[in-house]
């Protein structure tokens, strides 16, 4: 099964395990004790969101698992892992950080410097654009502990609107899952 599985700049593989990730290599798990989630095994995530979950750099590998294989929530581990493909997703993981927080920039009073920032990724800009997005998010918090308080007295009307947003949140999870898949799968193909 394809998986993805993203390793520390280093290219060691976890848990004690220091070989070298390279491409077309397979790695089998030769501990004693049985692979168990979380423990021992090769691991990998179906979903890439996932994966970033549990990411220790940005390494990004994908990945074909096999032998005996134990499925859980949001990840898998097997006997085997072969490395199909690696890049280096530095620039692609920040700019997707940048597209998602434009997904919801309308949701708050963004500085126009965090905006040109998250547009452009300009680095001569981005300590100014750290430094303004704190300052508002400082803001923020006030505001929302205020809000809380007051929806507290309207539970019903809180829950109902924590079903949608719990709801939303789900889509759009999904939605950004298809979106680093495929600017994943675009960068493994441009060979950055």
Same mark, same amino acid.
Request: charged residues 30%.
């Given at each position: ?7 520390? &700049?280093?290219?060691?593989?976890? #848990?004690? %395990? ?10 089998? #798990? ?14 990998? @995530?179906?979903?890439?969101? %996932?994966?970033? *979950? #549990? ?10 698992? @096999?032998? !005996?294989?134990?499925?859980?929530? !949001? *990840? ?11 890049? %280096? ?13 434009? !997904? ?19 680095? @001569? ?16 918090? &006030?505001?929302?502990? @205020? ?11 809180? =829950? !109902?609107? =924590?079903?949608?947003? &719990? =709801?939303?949140?789900?889509?759009? =999870? ?12 675009? &960068?493994? *193909?441009?060979?950055?």
């Amino acid at each position: 099964m394809k998986a993805w599985h993203f390793v520390r &700049a280093n290219k060691q593989l976890g #848990y004690g %395990d220091n070989r070298i990730v390279q491409v077309g290599q397979t790695y089998r #798990y030769e501990g004693k004790e049985p692979i168990e989630l979380c423990k021992r095994g090769m691991h990998g @995530s179906v979903k890439i969101m %996932d994966a970033l *979950k #549990y990411a220790e750099g940005n390494i990004i590998c994908r990945v074909e698992l @096999s032998g !005996d294989i134990i499925h859980g929530d !949001d *990840k898998v581990v097997a006997t085997e892992r072969k490395v199909l493909a690696m890049i %280096d997703g530095e620039k692609v993981l920040r700019k997707f950080a940048c597209m998602c927080a434009l !997904d919801v920039i309308h949701l708050w009073d963004a500085h126009e410097i965090v905006v040109r920032y998250l547009k452009t990724q300009d680095e @001569s800009i981005r300590h100014e654009a750290r430094a303004a997005a704190s300052a508002a998010r400082t803001a923020s918090a &006030a505001r929302t502990a @205020s809000a809380a308080r007051e929806a507290a007295a309207w539970e019903a009307a809180a =829950w !109902d609107a =924590w079903a949608r947003e &719990a =709801w939303e949140a789900r889509e759009a =999870w999904a939605k950004q899952n298809t979106r680093l898949t495929r600017m994943v799968n675009k &960068a493994i *193909k441009g060979g950055r």
